[in-house]
Nanobody, 123 residues
Framework: QVQLVESGGGLVQAGGSLRLSCAAS????????MGWFRQAPGKEREFVAA????????YYADSVKGRFTISRDNAKNTVSLQMNSLKPEDTAVYYC????????????????WGQGTQVTVSS
């Protein structure tokens, strides 16, 4: 069992930056690929970024490539999402997720979800 708790969301102006963090409980965190997803009002949840269990491989949605960076620290059971050059269309609730493999994380086949943190980007 893995429990995920996100933090770091908030209100930021367009062009600004935010760093989201996800703290995981459980001794098996380092065996999971981790991902970030987001859901804007009236839209379906979509994939944002994912990282392999050892941090060696990452994958990004085209809409955030070059602006967002996912990273993890297995010693601290945390995964982070650094978001730069934010745009109003990045406004959404952001969810942390754990998956059995990187390809499953990218596909949204997730074993565990966090509760989400709101990110609002004003124009």
């Amino acid at each position: 069992q893995v429990q995920l708790v996100e933090s770091g969301g908030g209100l930021v102006q367009a062009g600004g930056s935010l760093r989201l963090s996800c703290a995981a409980s459980g001794r098996t965190f380092s065996t999971y690929a981790m991902g970030w997803f987001r859901q804007a009002p009236g839209k379906e949840r979509e994939f944002v970024a994912a990282i392999s269990w050892d941090g060696g491989n990452t994958y990004y949605a085209d809409s955030v490539k070059g602006r967002f960076t996912i990273s993890r620290d297995n010693a601290k059971n945390t995964v982070s999402l650094q978001m730069n050059s934010l745009k109003p269309e990045d406004t959404a609730v952001y969810y942390c997720a754990a998956a059995r493999a990187l390809n499953l994380a990218v596909a949204g086949t997730v074993a565990y979800w966090g509760q989400g943190t709101q990110v609002t980007v004003s124009s």
